[in-house]
């Protein structure tokens, strides 16, 4: 198991602050929400999800710093690699997405660091694409992605996680389908996110209190 943040984010999306009447409620089930919004300048939608489930705060942070095997849980992820391991919260790795047949597959490089504050235990993982990592390819190559998780310990032996991304699939991918798959993959991703936890239910992680 590879110690190094993930993010991640995906399944065709976006990250920006905004006001919170200009997203658009599209799914609601099994405990997740999950919102729209336009991006700017993009016929790509941005997307924003919310569920709180039963675990710790280690459990969760645990699958996000296993990076190789984001593709168990990560919708579309088919392969994550790390290439660089800058720190235990920094590293840069390369994903390649597998996409609904016609769609051809994509690949990308990012960089996600993680943040933890002592004081609230919040733990944040931003995710943003890396140039020059992938510099010869036959796939197309996504350079405009980036995400955020917030990860916050609540009453109960709970987490809240919150998740927010965008990513301009490049190619020539019509709108419709990369924004279908914004509704529906946040959903799929946070349910498989869930059948993982008990993977990672007595790994330490050091930087977080007991």
């Known amino acids: 198991m590879k110690y190094v943040l993930p993010f991640l984010f995906i399944s065709l999306f976006s990250i920006t602050i905004n006001a919170q009447a200009d997203w658009e409620l599209q799914r609601d089930e099994s405990g997740i929400k999950v919102w729209t919004k336009d991006y700017p300048d993009s016929k790509f939608k941005q997307f924003k999800t919310e569920t709180t489930i039963k675990a710790s705060l280690k459990n969760v942070v645990a699958v996000f710093l296993d990076v190789e095997n984001m593709g168990l849980w990560y919708d579309r992820v088919e392969r994550a690699e790390m290439v660089k391991k800058i720190s235990n919260k920094e590293g840069i790795y390369i994903i390649d997405f597998e996409l609904p047949w016609p769609v051809a597959d994509r690949v990308s490089a990012v960089r996600s660091i993680l943040s933890h ?62 924004n279908s798959g914004v509704k529906d993959g946040p959903v799929n991703t946070l349910i498989a996110l869930k059948g993982v936890l008990p993977n990672y239910s007595n790994v330490d992680i050091p930087f977080l209190q007991d």
């Open 117 to 178: 504050d002592p004081t609230t235990d919040v733990v944040r993982i931003d995710t943003n694409y890396e140039p020059g990592v992938i510099t010869n390819t036959d796939v197309l190559l996504i350079t405009n992605i980036h995400s955020e998780w917030v990860l916050t310990p609540v009453e109960g032996g709970h987490v809240h996680i919150y998740h927010k991304g965008y990513m301009d699939p490049a190619g020539s991918l019509p709108a419709w389908i990369s």
